[in-house]
């Protein structure tokens, strides 16, 4: 057997992953598991309905399954199961029907003798909202005065189950999101599930050090402003893509309140998917450790180590802080937002670091920004060249400009003749109504990156905030959309391009 299959062969082995699978990933996955069987057999009759051919009992509510006012209750542990008698007699399904085979009556079989594991009606986010928002009422009740879940944050695996499709490898899932974090922050992961199928997850952020709010201070201009309330979770919730809205009227909505509260997180996002957590923190997976390969923090988790490291330096009092290298907008890609879905739209990631363009399923413009020197087209400019950035724009629409340099230091950039664009009208974007000029590289060496980054709407954009870490030295940057009572706004009318400018000494 090669290398590479005998690391295939332990990367897919529970006792690689776990050494022991815990109780909480055999019964979830028995539930998932028991779920799919009933699905794909018995529920098209099972719908809980009273049209001919159908059964009262709906097969996919668990409550409903294990109920014991059935004279023989469809499924009981230490007892009868009518659904494994009705299964193995033949009587389910009909005969004109294809019944499950031997492994799958299996693992019914192991599902009831486990108690027979709950499992949702549906793998929707209506039902994860809801698993964490009682586990949130709950976690919020046992809380200390002063600690309403402040530092509880979600995530869940349950977008990876589809009906009809293969069963994803959870313990897998879960195992590289645990080695993520762990490597990620030193710590020993902080991962407790809240629902019987162990796809929803609490994280208490205390346990991993990235609890404390005071790191960072208010920019103005290039004055250092007051220290801003802002966790390290929040860097996180910048870089999300899949965020939606919550319906502000929606009962769950109301019972996640004081999750969602600004001055809990900086977005209104209930829970992550934990498979992007995991790929946000680590590059590389169980896979490449089992060929003896390193797995590589992201530049994000790197900013994280560093604001982990801070707080401590900050708590001894240290005189000398120092901050990661600056990697702005590495390896960014584009992020195309999805359409809104069961009501709920999308909140686009108009504040990452590490992402480039951004802009809605459905633009509502066609927005477009270049270099240029000399009136030519450029990606590269020199030490001391004047180059400008021409914008245009198939609607009539406002902007704000900012300058990232290759530090990271950020700041909004005013130009010369004010922050409208007109439709269909090139525009040259310019400080002085002459050029930018880089006259140096900040982080030394002979090339560097920095980056423009342009915000175009059609209505008025809101303030801009721009937040330094209390490093002495090599900061973490950041900024972030803040809308306000005044200045609300639709983030999906916003199209967000960033420009790299490339700089050259020679």
Known sequence: ????????????????????????????????????????????????????????????????????????????????????????????PPANRPGPNADEIEILEKWVR???????????????????????????????TGEPGEYLRYVSFAHLIKDKEPLPSLIVAEQ????????????????EPIDATATTFRIDIRK?????????????????????????FDLILLEYPHARQLTADDLTTTRLNKLLARGSQIRPIPFIRADWLTGALVDGNLLSRALGRSRELTPLAVDLKALVALERALAQKAEESVGPIAKPFARARSARVPEAVEGGAPIPPLSAWYTGDVAPA?????????????????????????????????????FTLLMIQADGEVRVQPVQGGDFLKENTERLLSPNGKGFVISSITTGGDTATEHFVLFASETELPALTILRSRHTDKHVWRFFVNPTAKEAFDPNAVVRKVVPIEITSK
Request: with cysteine.
């Open 114 to 144: 486990a108690k027979a594991p709950a499992y949702p009606i549906s793998f929707d986010e209506n039902t994860t909202l809801t698993t964490i928002a009682n586990d949130f009422a709950s976690a919020s009740a046992d809380a200390k």
């Open 208 to 232: 991993l050090g990235w609890h404390t709010n005071d790191l960072f201070n208010k920019m103005e201009g290039r004055t250092i402003g007051g220290v801003v309330r802002f966790q390290l």
């Open 362 to 398: 459905r633009p509502p413009f066609v927005l477009k920004a270049e270099l240029v020197v000399d009136g030519k087209t450029v990606t590269r400019v020199k030490e001391g060249e004047s180059f400008q950035l021409r914008v245009s724009c198939d609607r009539a629409v406002r």
């Open 176 to 191: 590289q999101l645990r080695d993520a974090l762990a490597l990620a922050t030193g710590n020993p992961a902080s991962l």
């Open 1 to 92: 057997m090669s290398r590479v299959v005998a690391a295939l062969v332990l990367f897919l082995s529970p006792t690689f992953v776990f050494g022991a699978t815990p109780e909480h990933r055999v019964n979830g996955d028995l539930a998932i598991r028991a779920r799919d069987i009933l699905k794909r057999y018995c529920a098209e009759c099972h719908t809980g309905g009273l049209e001919p051919g159908t059964s009262k009992l709906k097969l996919m509510d668990h409550k409903q399954v294990v109920s014991k006012t059935t004279p023989i209750p469809f499924a009981t542990p230490d007892g009868r199961s009518l659904v494994l008698d009705l299964v193995k007699d033949g009587s389910m």
